[in-house]
């Protein structure tokens, strides 16, 4: 699959993520596509069971705001954020596509911290 082609399915996914649309957010995915979570120790199989989990979660995101996305070849890699309860969970998402359609995925999920302020002298904040 071409680079634009990938790009193209993976702005639909995100976009479908945000609007809460199930169907069109999981039409990226094989339907034997494997989806882990590292930090729960979760893996989950099939585009279905995902589909399914996902559509059952009890705190809907409020919020979703794509960060960058990067990639070549059949490796993309999302940063983005999500909103659940009024607090964001900074996330992670790699992809790895076979034939146009993603075979694995692994998300990343991080709560926000607030940064020291011995480090100041040396940072800029960020958004």
Not at 34 to 62: F, T, V, W
Request: with cysteine; aromatic share 12%.
């Amino acid at each position: 699959m071409q680079r634009e082609k990938i790009r193209e399915a993976l702005n639909a996914h995100w976009q479908a993520s945000a609007a809460g649309d199930f169907d069109a957010e999981h039409d990226i995915y094989d339907d034997d596509a494997i989806c882990d979570y590292p930090q729960s120790g979760e893996r989950i199989l099939g585009r279905m069971n995902l589909q399914a989990l996902r559509s059952h979660h009890p705190g809907k995101p409020a919020g979703f705001d794509v960060r960058r996305i990067q990639g070549e070849g059949n490796l993309w890699i999302t940063e983005y954020s999500i909103t659940y309860n009024g607090r964001p969970a900074y996330t992670v998402s790699i992809m790895e596509f076979r034939n146009g359609k993603v075979v694995h995925e692994t998300q990343y999920f991080s709560d926000p911290f607030e940064a020291p302020s011995w480090r100041s002298q040396w940072v800029q904040r960020i958004g």
